[in-house]
């Protein structure tokens, strides 16, 4: 016989008691993280505790990422199999910092929202209290990455100079759950949750790098920076291929939204300014604050996170989504291309595959799309797999060398996208076709052979990832008076 309850105190756990031979493993496995029960008794009694949270990339115990978790009981005898009474379901009970629920075997977690509030008709009254709200700005900063999924990109690298230089100023992180960490000294506000609607409704500044989505009304004196989150290969916005209005409709709606709009070279700009129609309203071109790191080097730590010895190769595979699948694709064999090349192969999804992808695994394989911040990852590599990914401006600061497998260019630039500029002519590395051909251009290493068009891509798109432009937009946000120092 075995029960189950969940355990609501300082570490939320999923605790369960059985008679019997005790089990050899008992876990939760999800798509983008697992866990494991602390296992005790060794008489006619067990009772297994698995935690409903965990620490990755060397980083603090946090509530398991939102999604589904299987159950997985392991006998101690392996060709016998345990006999365990269906556990009962357990119905939806807040956590703390998590909600779970248990259904057969499948475990459900998801973020801290009052029941109160996470409906329809919760969300509808926590936005006509937001549109409402009485007047008064906080001297705040509201920051949000890729619709909360992480803490990363051109946000935090503003939020870590911010707060060297104001370290008053209350910083405010919107994140999709609490397994987001974030900044020290920045408070995490749930999304949807009623201290997400006060923060974004009552700071000064929000600084974003994707659109705001939600309702948004601004508040008197309230200021919008959209750093937007890389330099455009692809057509986006108003010049993706197809003509459709309610596309059209919402572009101008969202970009109405910011007030100041950061570039990374003046190419970006005029793209970006014209794609969204923002060409009235202040264009900062500084570079990339998330590229500073690149200059000056993350002195190991990403690798010492991810247990990567200082004299391995180190391949890094980023390629861009695609708008006609919702998982990463599919062209590289991650655990082929590390035996073929003798090196670790991190596997980067774009953040749109985070939620409905499974992390790639085998030997010398790591999955790093939910690792936190990119720039890291960046920094640890050798080299770069990339195909229509902005990743190729920004790994171009290293000068290290770039590939780029693109089996679908036909399709992608003809159906999908569209480019803004011929890859093919401008590329500062090979394109191949397949992971045969990639491996041959990696063992033959011929980086002298794309020097001098390397050399021009970094003139056009990298002068001004000098390792200074976080603080220079810090600097325009204080001279500015979008936030106060004191």
């Known amino acids: 016989m075995t029960q189950a309850r969940f355990d609501t105190g300082e570490r939320p756990a ?36 698995v935690p409903l949270t965990a620490a990755r990339w060397g980083g603090p115990d946090l509530p398991l990422p939102s999604g589904e978790y299987r159950l997985t009981i392991t006998s101690a005898e392996p060709e016998s199999r345990q006999e365990r009474t ?21 475990v459900t977690v998801g973020p801290p929202i009052d ?3 996470d409906s329809g008709e919760g969300q509808d009254a926590l936005e006509r209290r937001y549109a409402t709200r009485p007047g008064g700005l906080e001297n705040a900063v509201f920051f949000e990455s890729f619709y909360g999924r992480n803490a990363g990109c051109n946000p935090l690298a503003i939020d870590r100079e911010l707060a060297r230089r104001a370290p008053g100023v209350t910083r405010y992180w919107s994140v999709v759950d609490l397994s987001v960490r974030v900044p020290d000294g920045a408070i995490p506000v749930v999304e949807g949750s009623p201290e997400w609607w006060r923060a974004r409704g009552h700071s000064r500044l929000l600084v974003i790098n994707d659109w705001l989505r939600r309702r948004f009304v601004r508040e008197r004196g309230q200021v919008v920076l959209q750093t937007w989150h890389g330099t455009p290969l692809k057509r986006l916005a108003l010049h993706r291929p197809g003509f459709d209005p309610r596309r059209m409709a919402a572009v101008f709606k969202e970009s109405r939204r910011w007030n100041v709009l950061l570039a990374q070279n003046p190419y970006a700009a005029k793209v970006l300014g014209k794609a969204y129609a923002f060409l009235t309203r202040p264009l900062w071109v500084e570079g990339y604050p998330r590229n500073d790191v690149l200059v000056h080097g993350d002195d190991g730590r ?20 695609r708008d006609d699948r919702r998982e990463i694709v599919d062209f590289v064999d991650p655990v082929a291309l590390a035996a073929d090349t003798d090196a670790v192969v991190l596997v980067r999804g774009h953040s ?19 690792y936190p911040d990119t720039s890291g990852l960046l920094s640890a590599a050798d080299a770069l797999i990339t195909d229509y990914s902005s990743v190729m401006f920004d790994f171009s600061v290293t000068g290290k060398p770039m590939y780029f497998l693109v089996p679908d260019l ?5 159906e999908l996208r569209g480019f803004y500029f011929d890859l093919a002519e401008r590329a500062p590395g090979p394109l191949v076709r397949s992971q045969d051909d990639l491996v041959a251009a990696l063992l033959r ?9 390397y050399a021009v891509w970094q003139q056009t798109f990298n002068a001004r990832d000098d390792g200074h432009a976080a603080e220079r937009v810090v600097d325009r946000i204080l001279d500015q008076g979008f936030v106060e120092v004191a």
């Open 14 to 49: 999923l605790v369960l008691t059985g008679t019997g031979a005790r089990p050899r493993s008992v876990d939760l496995v999800g798509s983008r993280a697992r866990t494991s029960a602390r296992l005790t008794g060794r008489g006619t009694t067990w009772r297994a505790v």
């Open 86 to 106: 269906p556990l009962e379901d357990l119905p939806v009970t807040q956590l703390g910092g998590l909600r779970a629920q248990l259904v057969q075997d499948i």
């Open 115 to 117: 029941p109160a509030y």
């Open 302 to 321: 990403t690798r010492a996170a991810l247990g990567i010895g200082a004299e391995e190769r180190v391949l890094l595979y980023a390629p861009t989504w």
């Open 352 to 370: 749109r595959t985070l939620q409905p992808g499974r992390d790639a695994e085998g030997p010398r394989v790591i999955d790093v799309t939910g």
């Open 410 to 414: 036909e399709r992608y630039r003809g």
């Open 445 to 453: 290493d011929d980086v002298q052979e794309f020097a001098e068009r």
